[in-house]
């Protein structure tokens, strides 16, 4: 049996330079929000969506972000697979 498989274009992705993060930001910007205020014990959906978006505002205005170049492989495949199949010999050679 033969079949075809469309693969996926490959979509931009952001993601976060934890190298360049400036950690004590987000822990200053969290430390001074009346938390008594935001987390009610009324309704739970809503507490946990605006600790969701204070959490997020904070860490996006700390931590700077990058756009990942579209790659035409799999994220798994990086530079040290990539190197052992170069080493692979060819099937059937001894």
């Known amino acids: 049996m033969k079949t075809k498989f469309d693969r996926l274009k490959n979509c931009p992705r952001t993601v976060y330079c934890y190298d360049k993060a400036d950690f004590n930001g987000p ?4 430390s001074c929000i009346p ?3 935001i987390i009610s014990c009324d309704d739970i959906d809503s507490s946990a969506t605006n600790f969701q978006d204070l959490v997020l505002a904070a860490v996006d205005m700390h931590i700077p972000k990058m756009k990942l170049r ?5 994220p798994w495949i ?3 697979v990539l190197k052992l199949v170069g080493e692979k010999k ?5």
């Open 70 to 74: 579209h790659k035409s492989r799999p």
């Open 78 to 80: 990086d530079k040290e």
């Open 27 to 30: 822990r200053d910007a969290l």
């Open 35 to 37: 938390w008594d205020s």
């Open 90 to 94: 060819p099937y059937g050679s001894a």
